[in-house]
């Protein structure tokens, strides 16, 4: 049976790194139909809401389920570290979909395809992060274990910072009506999408905590879905608002792109 996990493990570190690429290779050319770039042919959809809530939902209910078979299940220090994946998820699967429904003007349906696919990738992380923290994990000995957990909380919790409050500004503003409107303010000076930039900075922090090669390829996966998104929903701005968009705004990361 360990012999099994042990396979099992491998092999899914070894497909989060794999689908990297090309994920990041076709969202240049076609963007998931949601959001800004909702449009029909793909399939049956459901409410945005429940949407976020199933495909999202492995990152919680399958870490719990297998954290307790981890060898460092009692270690206080592993439960720790699971924490802010935890912590995340939570806000991603329980507290956004709330924030959506109370949208009142939130319109257009979310592809049951598009959530079948996030579905199973959240399968594929739940369990390489869980089985990593919970039993594969190491160093809970080693003296740099609290530096690196600290130091990459603070990165992870400064992205956290970010990501809620630009998904504020956003519902924000579609509870205006009216259409799109050009966001104002804070993070949204430098990019046109800081939501994505603190996720992407949350994970930067994740890796830094775990310190693992589930954790980077976590991080590298998330910029390969987010960062060609960010450069589409950055065209769809200059096309949409042309010289009323500010041209000194980057897509993604400030300054460079």
């Known amino acids: 049976m360990a012999l099994l996990d042990q396979s099992l493990f491998h092999y899914s570190l070894l497909s989060i790194y794999l689908i990297g690429p090309p994920t990041f290779i076709s969202l240049k050319f076609l963007q998931a139909p949601y959001g800004k770039h909702h449009r029909p042919g793909w399939g049956p959809t459901i409410s945005p809401p429940l949407a976020w809530i199933l495909m999202e939902s492995p990152t919680l209910w399958l870490t719990l389920l297998l954290f307790p078979y981890g060898q460092h299940f009692t270690n206080p220090k592993a439960l720790i570290l699971m924490s802010p994946f935890l912590l995340h998820y939570f806000h991603r699967t329980c507290i956004y979909p709330l924030r959506i429904y109370r949208n009142s003007k939130t319109t ?36 740099l274990f609290w530096w690196r957990f600290f130091g990459g909380l603070v990165v992870f919790g400064w992205g956290m910072r970010i990501n809620t409050w630009a998904d504020g500004v956003l519902l924000s503003l579609k509870r205006e009506g009216g259409g799109y409107k050009v966001p104002r303010g804070g993070w949204f000076e430098l990019v046109s999408c800081p939501n994505y930039l603190g996720e992407i900075v949350e994970w930067l922090g994740w890796a830094v905590m775990t310190w693992s090669w589930a954790g980077f390829g976590f991080l590298l996966y998330t910029c390969a879905n987010l960062v060609p998104r960010a450069c589409a929903n950055h065209e769809w701005y200059l096309e949409k608002f042309k010289e009323d968009y500010p041209k000194s705004r980057k897509a993604v990361i400030p300054f460079l792109c």
């Open 108 to 143: 257009g349906g979310f592809p049951v395809s598009v959530a079948v696919m996030a579905f199973g990738f959240n399968l594929l992380n739940a369990y390489l992060q869980a089985r990593w923290v919970s039993h594969y994990k190491s160093d809970y000995d080693g003296g």
